[in-house]
């Protein structure tokens, strides 16, 4: 079974998909079969197919193995609203169990797994749980998502305090250049540096929209990743 890594961020809209998509390049740059996951989705749309999720299909275009949708996404739903209130209103319980035998199955056919949070860490997925408890569950090293702009410090050093309180290595952390007018970026980032647990696998720069190409655009991510110490982990 391959290894995987749970992918979090400071606050929902960081970036969190672009990063995943970046890291995933990167990892199959290295030669390795890469494959993504991203448990629970809100702000679906509706297909022939069912309910899709953007993030969730950007992750399997990029994906080196082909899986279907329903095990890359087990949960989807439509409103764009927390996960577990998007639940109540659809008279459905999110269950961690499902999502471990999901990523057991996902995790078998591929060397890497990038699993992607939604919203931020501590982001509720029923009335007892959260987005943390999965990522516990799940057992994975965990990279942090930082959008760079005002009131990121805190953000970062909160979420990495709670990532390790959950007895998971806050493996790395990656910088995402939210806005063009951010005041003291550089010091900014050098304070993460200083003060966040792990590599800082790159910052990326500010990215007005996707590029119509998904790979370029993937490939232009990763251009600012290194993920060489990801493979020692």
């Not at 998909?17 to 629970?40: D, E, H, S």
């Not at 949070?117 to 090293?141: I, S, Y």
Request: hydrophobic share 45%; charged share 15%; aromatic share 4%.
């Amino acid at each position: 079974m391959g290894k995987g890594f749970f992918i979090t961020g400071t606050d929902t809209d960081v970036g969190k998909t672009t990063i995943a998509l970046g890291l995933m390049a990167a990892l199959q740059q290295q030669g390795l079969r890469v494959a993504a996951m991203k448990p629970v989705s809100a702000g679906c749309t509706k297909t022939t197919g069912g309910l899709r999720n953007d993030d969730a299909v950007q992750l399997m275009q990029q994906a080196s193995v082909e899986l279907p949708y329903d095990v890359v996404n087990p949960y989807a739903f439509a409103a764009a609203i927390a996960p577990h209130i998007a639940a109540a209103q659809n008279n459905t319980i999110l269950h961690i169990k499902p999502l471990c035998r999901a990523y057991e199955r996902i995790a078998a056919q591929a060397d890497v797994v990038i699993v992607e949070g939604a919203g931020g860490w501590r982001v509720p997925l029923n009335e007892n749980e959260t987005m943390a408890d999965l990522a516990t569950a799940l057992g994975l090293p965990v990279i942090n998502v930082v959008g760079l702009r005002l009131g990121c410090l805190n953000h970062a050093l909160l979420t990495a305090e709670s990532i390790t309180a959950h007895g998971l290595q806050h493996t790395a952390w990656v910088g995402n250049t939210l806005c063009t007018d951010m005041t003291c970026t550089t010091e900014n980032i050098m304070a993460l540096k200083q003060r966040l647990p792990g590599d800082c696998l790159g910052v990326v720069p500010f990215t007005a929209s996707l590029s119509q190409q998904h790979t370029s655009f993937c490939e232009n991510i990763a251009r600012h990743l290194n993920v060489s110490t990801l493979l020692s982990h």
